[in-house]
């Protein structure tokens, strides 16, 4: 069984920066697809940014421009740069990963991310 641990959720102030980290208990490059999502009280989850296998990114339009997700295929670990953190990126960061089959196979259990105003 797969698992996926991430970490680095903290309390920032707006402006501030995080890393968020998502370590693999394999190798990630089995993954056709990795990914954060994101999931603030009453909302729905939703993409934060996503890493194919073969390295395209993706991002909401929200977080363009201020969030980099990279991985280190040495580490099995998946991350996510955020930059100019603002109130309304708190939530607890989800990471994902899977296949083309099964998009969604593999979630972690989330890191809290709370930016203050």
């Known amino acids: 069984q797969v698992q996926l641990v991430e970490s680095g959720g903290t309390l920032v102030q707006a402006g501030g920066s995080l890393r968020l980290s998502c370590a693999a208990s394999?190798?990630?490059?089995?993954?056709?697809?990795m990914g954060w999502y994101r999931q603030a009280p009453g909302k729905q989850r939703e993409l934060v940014a996503g890493?194919?296998?073969?390295?395209?990114?993706n991002y909401s339009g929200s977080v363009k421009g201020r969030f980099t997700i990279s991985r280190d295929a040495t580490k099995n670990t998946l991350y996510l740069q955020t930059n100019s953190l603002k109130p309304e990126d708190t939530a607890v960061y989800y990471c994902?990963?899977?296949?083309?089959?099964?998009?969604?196979?593999?979630w972690g259990q989330g890191t809290q991310v709370t930016v203050s105003s």
């Open positions: 994902n990963a899977g296949f083309i089959a099964v998009p969604s196979a593999y």
């Open positions: 394999e190798n990630i490059l089995r993954f056709n697809n």
């Open positions: 890493l194919t296998r073969g390295g395209s990114t």
